[in-house]
């Protein structure tokens, strides 16, 4: 028996072994440069929207602020409207007919009632839903 061709086949064999191994590795090499890329492509991504969240973040902070602002304003607004009507007395007559549109009587009855004009009575009605919308916005 020759141990020869035993001996060539083994090499070959282990040639094959080692160049499949090599191939198999660079492959991997390939995958990982791969995942590498799109791993900071990724992260590049995250701090990217990192940002644009601290951003969103400080504007909705002051669109905040400004919020309570305007809503100060208003309350202000709003308070010195009533203390105007308070201090004139032929105002009294408006507010008896929006009291009566809050209550839901009908136009007629409240210039029957208020001696207004019907149109001064539909305007109040108009800027009574007007400010029930916007509170109910609010």
């Known amino acids: 028996m020759n141990i020869l061709p035993f001996a060539y086949w083994a090499l070959l064999a282990m040639g094959v072994f080692c160049l499949i191994s090599v191939l198999l ?3 991997g090499y390939i995958k990982l440069q791969r995942l590498n890329k799109d791993y900071t492509l990724l992260h590049k ?3 990217e929207i990192s940002d644009d969240v601290k951003v969103l973040y400080n504007v909705t902070a002051t669109m905040g602020e400004h919020l309570k602002i305007v809503q100060k304003n208003s309350r202000i607004l709003k308070e010195q409207q009533e ?4 201090k ?10 929006v009291q009566q549109i809050r209550n839901g009587d009908s136009i007629g009855k409240i210039v029957e009632t208020s001696g207004l004009s019907r149109g001064e009575v539909e305007l109040l009605r108009l800027l009574n839903e007007k400010e029930s919308a916007n509170q109910a916005v609010s």
């Not at 203390?83 to 308070?86: G, H, I, K």
């Not at 032929?90 to 007919?97: G, H, I, P």
Request: proline letters at 5%.
């Open 45 to 47: 991504r995250i701090y």
């Open 88 to 97: 004139e007395p032929n105002q009294q007559s408006y507010r008896n007919a």
């Open 83 to 86: 203390q105007l009507s308070l």
């Open 25 to 27: 590795a660079a492959g």
